[in-house]
């Protein structure tokens, strides 16, 4: 992605110079890959931290020196992050609305945020109640290594599905995804979450088609770097991994296939008219 020299956005909160609370995760590695089952890409925070026990020993007060090796990454997120702005103002606009930018929180370790307490083993989130995404920028070296998903584009699709969140928030679609949680069976609201998942990516794939005509940031292969991204963390490639089966009534965020597709038909289509997962029956 061509971003060296460009505008980055001043909403970004660091807070990596300040250790969060020493965290115990209950249940060990199960709980560890549930966790990331559910939260990879921001899911549903509030379940999964309620299962994070906040360990009772003393606090960490220790302040660690700013990481100057990954402050180009905190440059390169900041400035994706001021793209989304560019994109999503003017799509907001068009629709006769006012985009209020969401704040990026970039934090070591663990983090204390608007929807709980949460570690890094998490992966980035969005909280809708404080409209902040966190990112621990030690999730880019996860893509490459664990996720075998090289390449600054990957890492830019991540933040541009979390800021498909907030802008999900501000359209109401998530909060009546949460709201019929009581009404419907688990089934019935996993699949409703896989679609609030899809459409993230989809948005995702709008903002890098509407970007890329205002900024001409694509270099050769960064398109394939977020297919491949979004391929490495579909649901049926992570329960594959950890449990060597596919559950799909367990799937939350959708499949590798649907994550490729959707992302696709976004920065194909670039219209956001065209990412209505909720009546599409086929995903
Ligand atoms: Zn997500």
């Known amino acids: 992605m061509r971003w060296q020299g460009r505008r980055q956005s001043s909403n970004v909160e660091d807070r990596r110079s300040s250790t969060g609370r020493k965290v115990a995760v209950g249940g060990g590695l199960g709980t560890v890959i549930l966790v990331v089952l559910s939260l990879l890409f921001g899911g549903n925070p509030l379940d999964v931290i309620n299962q994070i026990d906040v360990g009772s020993g003393p606090q960490q007060e220790t302040t660690a020196p ?13 400035v994706v992050l001021g ?82 969140h907030h802008v999900q928030n501000l359209l109401g679609i998530s909060d009546q995804v949460h709201q019929s949680r009581s009404q419907v069976s688990q089934k019935e609201y996993n ?48 329960q594959r991994q950890s449990q060597g089966y596919v559950v799909p009534d367990a799937f939350t965020h959708g499949t590798s296939e649907q994550r490729m597709r959707w992302f696709r038909r976004g920065f194909e289509t670039g219209d956001i008219n065209q990412g209505d997962t909720f009546s599409t029956p086929n995903l």
Not at 66 to 78: G, I, M, N, R, Y
Not at 221 to 238: F, K, M, P, T, Y
Request: aromatic share 12%; charged share 25%.
């Open 191 to 238: 699949q409703l979450s896989v679609r609030l998942e899809l459409q993230a990516d989809f948005l995702a794939g709008v903002w890098a088609k509407h970007d890329q005509q205002l900024n001409n940031i694509l270099e050769e292969g960064d398109i394939e770097e977020a297919l491949g991204a979004a391929n490495a963390i579909g649901d049926d490639r992570l």
């Open 83 to 164: 793209d989304t702005e560019q994109v999503w103002g003017n799509l907001f606009e068009e629709m006769g609305r006012t985009y209020q930018e969401p704040t990026l929180v970039l934090f070591r370790n663990s983090v204390e945020s608007g929807c709980g307490f949460a570690s890094a083993a998490t992966g980035p989130f969005y909280c809708p109640a404080d409209q902040k995404i966190y990112i621990d920028l030690s999730f880019y070296q996860d893509l490459k290594d664990r996720f075998q998903a090289p390449g600054d584009f990957a890492m830019a699709y991540v933040i541009a599905h979390e800021v498909g």
């Open 66 to 78: 700013a990481d100057t090796q990954k402050d180009e990454l905190a440059d390169f997120v900041s």
